[in-house]
T-cell receptor, first 115, second 112 residues
Framework: GAGVSQSPRYKVAKRGQDVALRCDPISGHVSLFWYQQALGQGPEFLTYFQNEAQLDKSGLPSDRFFAERPEGSVSTLKIQRTQQEDSAVYLC?????????????FGSGTQLSVL | QQQVKQSPQSLIVQKGGISIINCAYENTAFDYFPWYQQFPGKGPALLIAIRPDVSEKKEGRFTISFNKSAKQFSLHIMDSQPGDSATYFC???????????FGDGTTLTVKP
């Protein structure tokens, strides 16, 4: 595709449910990032992949959050036992440069609402 | 601990005016400073970026001014247009670590 694609666009979950958010980066992009954006705030870093290797997961808020990119392209962010404080927009971004975060291309995000 | 502080939170400018948004950072390991524009329901889109070895970068109506000693940088939008109305985020990146730290954003409204 022409840009970064994220699905679903919206997700409503009951507290305690597990959710999986998908990101299709721009074809050929080496680096993939997940960010969390709370309402009225800037994106906050969650995790970073270079190809299939997860190089940094320091931003994941708890062990309920898990991300993978098994074949170095599509990535999935999984949140187990969702809590109300997990409600946010989850943004995926990709970059063609490995190891240097330049020219990030963001998707439109998945808006997660936990009831 | 907020590593990138952005101001103002909101800004209203008349069409044709200059919009100025400021950011300050703390971590001297940051070596790349992008600005993003975000419209409602969309992800941030890179607008312009600068590295600390230059003090100014201009692309069309958009200019970044960078003061390394003060650890501050700003975005200037010349001849502001209603279509520029959006939320603007500054960011600071440590490219060796591979992640960006964003400011809290500035909501710009350009009145016709």
């Amino acid at each position: 595709g022409a840009g970064v694609s994220q699905s679903p666009r919206y997700k409503v979950a009951k507290r305690g449910q597990d959710v999986a958010l998908r990101c299709d980066p721009i074809s050929g992009h080496v680096s993939l990032f997940w960010y969390q954006q709370a309402l009225g705030q800037g994106p906050e870093f969650l995790t970073y992949f270079q190809n299939e290797a997860q190089l940094d997961k320091s931003g994941l808020p708890s062990d309920r959050f898990f991300a993978e990119r098994p074949e170095g392209s599509v990535s999935t962010l999984k949140i187990q036992r969702t809590q109300q404080e997990d409600s946010a927009v989850y943004l995926c971004a990709s970059s063609s440069t490995g190891g240097r975060e330049e020219k990030l291309f963001f998707g439109s995000g998945t808006q997660l609402s936990v009831l | 601990q907020q590593q990138v502080k952005q101001s103002p939170q909101s800004l209203i400018v008349q069409k044709g005016g200059i919009s100025i948004i400021n950011c300050a950072y703390e971590n001297t390991a940051f070596d790349y400073f992008p600005w993003y524009q975000q419209f409602p329901g969309k992800g941030p889109a890179l607008l312009i970026a600068i590295r600390p070895d230059v003090s100014e970068k201009k692309e069309g109506r958009f200019t970044i001014s960078f003061n390394k000693s003060a650890k501050q940088f700003s975005l200037h939008i010349m001849d502001s247009q209603p279509g520029d109305s959006a939320t603007y985020f500054c960011a600071a990146t440590n490219t060796n670590a591979g992640k960006s730290t964003f400011g809290d954003g500035t909501t710009l409204t350009v009145k016709p």
